[in-house]
């Protein structure tokens, strides 16, 4: 019954959980370059420290893997919290896909307010994108076509859905540090 918040969810996979997925020893390389996957070394490591960017381009719009059966080990082993607590009945479905989607509503928000402040970059994780726009905030520049007050009201209301965002995550689908 879990499995089927998968297929209603994708945070893990849409960039809204995660900024990247690094590979692990024994991930097939070759292969998963081969089926489409960018893979890039790790600023300041080891040439085969690799990782790919999240949104990831295997998730299809239907929220299924299109590398499923030879997907990552990190996305092989990857279970959220809210998994975990439908898994031992902590919480129920319905409660769990309400859950879910509340907080794809919370992350379509941000992006909403990402795009109204000029920030186009779809295929960039949600975070990474927030802090691309602070830097340039912080360095006055305002984005086109927008006057300052109109800027920093927009801008304003994006921090505060990205907080809002950040907590729900934590809270809802991050794993528990203690769970191991």
Same mark, same amino acid.
């Given at each position: 019954?879990? %499995?089927?918040?998968? +297929?209603?969810?994708?945070?893990?996979?849409?960039?809204? +959980?995660?900024?990247? !997925?690094?590979?692990?020893?024994?991930?097939? !390389?070759?292969?998963?370059?081969?089926?489409?996957?960018?893979?890039?070394?790790?600023?300041?490591?080891?040439? %085969?420290? +690799?990782?790919?960017?999240?949104?990831?381009?295997?998730?299809?719009?239907?929220?299924?893997?299109?590398?499923?059966?030879?997907?990552?080990?990190?996305?092989?082993?990857?279970?959220?919290? =809210?998994?975990?607590?439908?898994?031992? @009945?902590?919480?129920?479905?319905?409660?769990?896909?309400?859950?879910?989607?509340?907080?794809?509503?919370?992350?379509?928000? !941000?992006?909403?307010? =990402?795009?109204? +402040?000029?920030?186009? @970059?779809?295929?960039?994780?949600?975070?990474?994108?927030?802090?691309?726009?602070?830097?340039?905030?912080?360095?006055?520049?305002?984005?086109?076509?927008?006057?300052?007050?109109?800027?920093? %009201?927009?801008?304003?209301?994006?921090?505060?859905? !990205?907080?809002?965002?950040?907590?729900?995550?934590?809270?809802?689908?991050?794993?528990?540090?203690?769970?191991?």
């Amino acid at each position: 019954m879990p %499995d089927q918040l998968c +297929l209603h969810c994708g945070l893990c996979c849409n960039g809204t +959980l995660f900024r990247d !997925v690094e590979l692990q020893p024994g991930d097939d !390389v070759a292969k998963l370059r081969a089926l489409g996957l960018p893979l890039r070394s790790r600023r300041g490591l080891e040439a %085969d420290s +690799l990782k790919f960017p999240q949104p990831c381009n295997a998730l299809c719009p239907n929220l299924k893997c299109r590398v499923y059966a030879d997907r990552p080990s990190r996305c092989r082993e990857f279970e959220c919290a =809210l998994f975990k607590a439908v898994a031992a @009945g902590k919480v129920e479905l319905p409660a769990a896909l309400k859950t879910i989607r509340q907080t794809r509503q919370m992350a379509e928000k !941000v992006r909403r307010l =990402l795009r109204e +402040l000029g920030d186009a @970059g779809e295929r960039v994780a949600l975070a990474k994108r927030f802090k691309r726009l602070k830097r340039k905030f912080d360095a006055g520049e305002l984005p086109d076509g927008l006057d300052a007050e109109t800027a920093y %009201d927009l801008f304003a209301e994006l921090s505060l859905a !990205v907080h809002e965002l950040d907590m729900r995550l934590r809270t809802k689908f991050h794993p528990d540090p203690s769970d191991g």
